[in-house]
């Protein structure tokens, strides 16, 4: 298992690099500077490039870059606070980002599996077509209507909940954009956990433990949950990455500063730094997030364990 | 076999391809060409576009907006004393194209119109409007999207045939616009359009002393400019609808200066929107209005503006001009200071922090954008500390704009003392910069909102707070202008910007404000600029 798990560490590592590294060549692709202005001459734009070392050659930057970063430093932001440390700029907004990516997934974890337990257990009847139908408009309503809706009904109309994200309230204040955010991945587990619990019911193993006559709730909880939970969770990496990260649609609606935001406006104003900064970030908890996965898959079942070791 | 008839097949249909294509249309040729040039003026139905965009926009009559500069002996707007110099006339469109076809022998003249994707909806649709305009004259128009700074990157090497365009007045004067196009400004005249006689009237009206010649010729020079060589196109000036809560005043807007917002009234606690953050403390660094609009809040200059966009006097208490017109000694108000963030006075406001924040400004280490303003701007030959409230400036020949130019955030003072002990972390957050302006930064949380509290030290705040002046003044920074409107309705925002529909469904609200801003759009014509 030691070995197992130092093995995927260290492709992970790898990986990363090879991800800077392609950002690095994007970003010096992409058309257009930082610099860009009306009322910019050229000889400021010229000052500005060799007063942040944008005149040097893409290698070296890259070098530079990366040398900084393993001691923290991310450089400045160049067009969206400028001069700004991009480490303080990213720390700041990624907190708050996983504070909602996490209460959504939370949500959407929890009603999914509800969902998708009681549409399994009652296959085949209305309780199944009514989770079934919450799923697929969950599914297909984008987050941003939802939000929408909630900020009408419940904010404005109700009053029941801030509409806007309050600095002072983060956590009342979160309410809304969490449940818009948690919307479709509580479809996508329902999805998911009924498919494959009625797949685990129907198979021959659950069958042999009904006939030795263990008791229903307990066959339920400890043969059929845990063999469905596997290809659940395989779902479940990609969906929490997705949270965390941030949504820059619902960060707009509710007006959060999120990560998600800077990672667009950071784009548009070709701020370097910043863009490189963001991805990166995205990548690492992508990353993270897969290699925990792998690893909980060993705990769950031993079969993948042993296969891997074995390999 | 079948494999090879594949392969065959295709190589016949890329031959048919190539052979039937017609050769690539020589833009170097067609847009210096004038008629091309003038049919497209004519053909654009700048009433009806503005109507479509329904958010308080007007169509252009010049490249002169309305309400920027005003004449110096009468006060007319510049607009008025020029009069509409652009015109419609699908007509006349329609002949002027297909004289330029024969005299270019082409059957067909494509234009590919390049705009913004991120520079509002107003530019969309604008230039979706205007292809329409331009096909309904005989052109064929290929709508080029791109993202803001790569347009700019293309206007600036010349890989564009037409852009619709904007430019933001930095000051009150004709100038601003009129710079732009003379040939030696490889910066902003990115279409490289060159006339003697235009360059040669910009020269003489920036060299002239005598105000009213000044005036005459940048008519003129406008005049040449639009409706005699039809270099650029102008087509509309920006609107802006908004509310603001009725029973607030005193938010004064300036079309071609920073906004102020010193002066509210009417409520104890204003909460306004702000659609952009602020882009940097710094005084000197800052490009951008709602940087600079921040910064008058809690830093103020010599001068500010009053609602009508005249000078009135500020941190200075007196000043004498020397008879010239070109010696300026000012006298610093004997209570004006620098607070911290809890409003302790720190050190007073002397002539030695102009003339460290001028010095800062024109470092080229720091690189900054704004030297400009100092040099080609206020037109500063040199300046002193005469003694610590006595400051003394030396234009290098008579500016009208000077005292009014004054009032700009890059002509601010420093604590230079503090500025050195702050180093990198100068002006990153609310505790570190000083204020000596009326109210003091109080927080300011990036991408959120940032907050000013009243500086109880400021000299004219006695008679404001008699005046019911705002003692908090929160700027919310929020881009959604659907959950915008909700939160004015629900009482938490005192202003709100409005776009789209919702324009059209808030015109009878009260507080509903069709403001005019100062930037013109207009179509940059590459005329000159390929190859390069």
Same mark, same amino acid.
């Given at each position: 298992?030691?070995?197992?798990?130092?093995?995927?560490?260290?492709?992970?590592?790898?990986?990363?690099?090879?991800?800077?590294?392609?950002?690095?060549?994007?970003?010096?692709?992409?058309?257009?500077?930082?610099?860009?202005?009306?009322?910019?001459?050229?000889?400021?734009?010229?000052?500005?490039?060799?007063?942040?070392?944008?005149?040097?050659?893409?290698?070296?930057?890259?070098?530079?870059?990366?040398?900084?970063?393993?001691?923290?430093?991310?450089?400045?932001?160049?067009?969206?606070?400028?001069?700004?440390?991009?480490?303080?700029?990213?720390?700041?907004?990624?907190?708050?980002?996983?504070?909602?990516?996490?209460?959504?997934?939370?949500?959407?974890?929890?009603?999914?599996?509800?969902?998708?337990?009681?549409?399994?257990?009652?296959?085949?009847?209305?309780?199944?077509?009514?989770?079934?139908?919450?799923?697929?408009?969950?599914?297909?309503?984008?987050?941003?209507?939802?939000?929408?809706?909630?900020?009408?009904?419940?904010?404005?109309?109700?009053?029941?909940?801030?509409?806007?994200?309050?600095?002072?309230?983060?956590?009342?204040?979160?309410?809304?954009?969490?449940?818009?955010?948690?919307?479709?991945?509580?479809?996508?587990?329902?999805?998911?956990?009924?498919?494959?619990?009625?797949?685990?019911?129907?198979?021959?193993?659950?069958?042999?433990?009904?006939?030795?006559?263990?008791?229903?709730?307990?066959?339920?909880?400890?043969?059929?949950?845990?063999?469905?939970?596997?290809?659940?969770?395989?779902?479940?990496?990609?969906?929490?990455?997705?949270?965390?990260?941030?949504?820059?649609?619902?960060?707009?609606?509710?007006?959060?500063?999120?990560?998600?935001?800077?990672?667009?406006?950071?784009?548009?104003?070709?701020?370097?730094?910043?863009?490189?900064?963001?991805?990166?970030?995205?990548?690492?908890?992508?990353?993270?997030?897969?290699?925990?996965?792998?690893?909980?898959?060993?705990?769950?079942?031993?079969?993948?364990?042993?296969?891997?070791?074995?390999? | 076999?079948?494999?090879?008839?594949?392969?065959?097949?295709?190589?016949? +249909?890329?031959?048919?391809?190539?052979?039937?294509?017609?050769?690539?249309?020589?833009?170097?040729?067609?847009?210096?060409?004038?008629?091309? *040039?003038?049919?497209?003026?004519?053909?654009?139905?700048?009433?009806?576009?503005?109507?479509?965009?329904?958010?308080?926009?007007?169509?252009?009559?010049?490249?002169?907006?309305?309400?920027?500069?005003?004449?110096?002996?009468?006060?007319?707007?510049? *607009?008025?004393?020029?009069?509409?110099?652009?015109?419609?006339?699908?007509?006349?469109?329609?002949?002027?194209?297909?004289?330029?076809?024969?005299?270019?022998?082409?059957?067909?003249?494509?234009?590919?119109?390049?705009?913004?994707?991120?520079?509002?909806?107003?530019?969309?649709?604008?230039?979706?409007?205007?292809?329409?305009?331009?096909?309904?004259?005989?052109?064929?128009?290929?709508?080029?999207?791109?993202?803001?700074?790569?347009?700019?990157?293309?206007?600036?090497?010349?890989?564009?045939?037409?852009?619709?365009?904007?430019?933001?007045?930095?000051?009150?004067? &004709?100038?601003?616009?009129?710079?732009?196009?003379?040939?030696?400004?490889?910066?902003?005249?990115?279409?490289?359009?060159?006339?003697?006689?235009?360059?040669? !009237?910009?020269?003489?009206?920036?060299?002239?002393?005598?105000?009213?010649?000044?005036?005459?010729?940048?008519?003129?020079?406008?005049?040449?400019?639009?409706?005699?060589?039809?270099?650029?196109?102008?087509?509309?000036?920006?609107?802006?609808?908004?509310?603001?809560?009725?029973?607030?005043?005193?938010?004064?807007?300036?079309?071609?200066?920073?906004?102020?917002? *010193?002066?509210?009234?009417?409520?104890?606690?204003?909460?306004?929107?702000?659609?952009?953050?602020?882009?940097?403390?710094?005084?000197?660094?800052?490009?951008?209005?709602?940087?600079?609009?921040?910064?008058?809040? =809690?830093?103020?200059?010599?001068?500010?503006?009053?609602?009508?966009?005249?000078?009135?006097?500020?941190?200075?208490?007196?000043?004498?001009?020397?008879?010239?017109?070109?010696?300026?000694?000012?006298?610093? *108000?004997?209570?004006?200071?620098?607070?911290?963030?809890?409003?302790?006075?720190?050190?007073?406001?002397?002539?030695?922090?102009?003339?460290?924040?001028?010095?800062? +400004?024109?470092?080229?280490?720091?690189?900054?954008? =704004?030297?400009?303003? +100092?040099?080609?701007?206020?037109?500063?030959?040199?300046?002193?500390?005469?003694?610590?409230?006595?400051?003394?400036?030396?234009?290098?020949?008579?500016?009208?704009?000077?005292?009014?130019?004054?009032?700009? &955030?890059?002509?601010?003072?420093?604590?230079?003392?503090?500025?050195?002990?702050?180093?990198?972390?100068?002006?990153?957050?609310?505790?570190?910069?000083?204020?000596?302006?009326?109210? +003091?930064?109080?927080?300011?949380?990036?991408? =959120?909102?940032?907050?000013?509290?009243?500086?109880?030290?400021?000299?004219?705040?006695?008679? =404001?707070?008699?005046?019911?002046?705002?003692?908090?003044?929160?700027?919310?920074?929020?881009?959604?202008? /659907?959950?915008?409107?909700?939160?004015?309705?629900?009482?938490?925002?005192?202003?709100?910007?409005?776009?789209?529909? /919702?324009?059209?469904?808030?015109?009878?609200?009260?507080?509903?404000?069709?403001?005019? /801003?100062?930037?013109?759009?207009? !179509?940059?014509?590459?005329?000159?600029?390929?190859?390069?």
């Amino acid at each position: 298992m030691k070995k197992y798990i130092f093995k995927r560490v260290l492709i992970s590592l790898a990986t990363l690099f090879v991800i800077l590294l392609v950002l690095f060549i994007l970003m010096d692709l992409m058309p257009g500077t930082p610099f860009n202005d009306e009322k910019l001459t050229e000889a400021q734009k010229a000052l500005l490039f060799a007063k942040y070392g944008l005149d040097k050659p893409v290698y070296i930057r890259f070098l530079l870059y990366a040398k900084n970063m393993l001691k923290g430093d991310l450089g400045v932001s160049y067009a969206i606070n400028k001069n700004f440390p991009v480490s303080e700029m990213v720390k700041e907004r990624l907190g708050i980002s996983i504070g909602v990516g996490a209460m959504a997934m939370a949500l959407g974890t929890v009603f999914g599996l509800i969902l998708g337990i009681l549409a399994a257990l009652n296959h085949n009847s209305w309780i199944d077509n009514l989770c079934s139908a919450i799923s697929v408009i969950g599914v297909s309503v984008p987050s941003y209507v939802c939000a929408l809706l909630l900020c009408y009904y419940v904010a404005y109309r109700l009053g029941w909940l801030p509409i806007l994200y309050n600095v002072e309230q983060p956590f009342i204040s979160l309410i809304l954009p969490a449940v818009a955010l948690s919307v479709s991945p509580t479809a996508n587990i329902a999805r998911f956990t009924r498919s494959e619990m009625i797949d685990v019911m129907n198979s021959d193993y659950i069958l042999l433990v009904q006939s030795k006559g263990v008791k229903n709730w307990k066959m339920i909880i400890y043969h059929v949950l845990r063999n469905t939970l596997i290809p659940v969770i395989t779902v479940m990496g990609p969906i929490l990455v997705n949270l965390l990260t941030g949504s820059s649609v619902i960060e707009k609606i509710f007006g959060i500063p999120g990560i998600g935001r800077l990672m667009i406006t950071a784009i548009q104003e070709n701020d370097y730094n910043v863009t490189i900064a963001c991805a990166f970030v995205y990548s690492v908890m992508y990353i993270v997030v897969m290699l925990f996965v792998d690893i909980l898959y060993g705990i769950i079942d031993p079969r993948i364990r042993i296969a891997k070791e074995e390999a | 076999m079948k494999k090879l008839l594949a392969v065959l097949l295709t190589l016949l +249909i890329v031959l048919a391809g190539c052979a039937k294509k017609e050769p690539a249309q020589d833009n170097a040729t067609v847009f210096k060409n004038e008629d091309v *040039r003038k049919a497209i003026s004519y053909a654009i139905d700048r009433e009806a576009l503005v109507k479509t965009l329904n958010d308080g926009s007007v169509a252009a009559e010049g490249i002169i907006p309305f309400k920027l500069a005003t004449n110096p002996s009468t006060g007319a707007d510049f *607009r008025d004393d020029q009069g509409k110099i652009v015109e419609y006339d699908p007509d006349k469109a329609k002949e002027l194209y297909a004289q330029a076809c024969e005299e270019l022998g082409v059957k067909q003249i494509t234009i590919d119109l390049l705009y913004g994707t991120n520079e509002g909806d107003s530019v969309i649709k604008a230039a979706e409007q205007i292809a329409y305009y331009l096909e309904e004259a005989g052109y064929k128009v290929n709508l080029i999207s791109k993202q803001k700074k790569e347009r700019l990157s293309l206007m600036t090497d010349g890989d564009y045939a037409v852009c619709l365009t904007r430019w933001g007045p930095d000051y009150a004067d &004709p100038q601003t616009y009129m710079d732009l196009f003379v040939s030696t400004n490889t910066s902003n005249n990115s279409g490289r359009y060159k006339s003697e006689k235009y360059d040669k !009237l910009v020269a003489d009206a920036e060299a002239t002393t005598d105000m009213d010649e000044r005036w005459a010729l940048f008519l003129e020079a406008e005049r040449v400019l639009v409706e005699e060589d039809y270099a650029d196109v102008p087509i509309f000036q920006a609107g802006g609808a908004m509310i603001i809560r009725p029973e607030i005043s005193g938010i004064e807007f300036h079309s071609a200066a920073v906004d102020n917002y *010193r002066h509210i009234v009417g409520k104890d606690e204003v909460t306004l929107l702000t659609n952009t953050d602020i882009l940097s403390l710094d005084n000197h660094i800052a490009t951008d209005g709602t940087s600079f609009i921040a910064q008058t809040m =809690y830093t103020s200059g010599l001068t500010e503006l009053d609602a009508g966009g005249n000078y009135k006097l500020d941190l200075a208490e007196s000043f004498e001009m020397s008879e010239d017109g070109t010696v300026y000694t000012f006298k610093i *108000r004997d209570d004006a200071n620098w607070v911290n963030k809890d409003g302790e006075v720190v050190a007073p406001v002397t002539a030695q922090n102009f003339v460290d924040a001028w010095d800062r +400004i024109l470092d080229p280490d720091l690189a900054s954008e =704004y030297a400009w303003w +100092i040099t080609d701007v206020l037109l500063v030959d040199s300046y002193e500390a005469v003694d610590e409230k006595t400051f003394k400036v030396t234009l290098a020949k008579p500016n009208g704009i000077f005292l009014s130019c004054l009032a700009f &955030p890059s002509a601010f003072p420093i604590n230079k003392e503090f500025v050195d002990a702050q180093g990198d972390q100068y002006a990153t957050s609310a505790d570190t910069v000083l204020s000596c302006g009326p109210y +003091i930064l109080d927080s300011w949380t990036s991408g =959120y909102s940032y907050e000013f509290k009243f500086n109880e030290d400021y000299y004219f705040n006695e008679d =404001y707070v008699a005046a019911g002046g705002a003692g908090k003044v929160v700027f919310r920074v929020l881009e959604d202008t /659907q959950t915008a409107l909700m939160e004015y309705e629900a009482g938490k925002l005192d202003t709100v910007i409005l776009s789209g529909e /919702q324009v059209d469904a808030n015109k009878d609200v009260p507080g509903y404000v069709d403001r005019l /801003q100062g930037y013109m759009f207009y !179509l940059s014509v590459n005329i000159n600029h390929y190859g390069e």
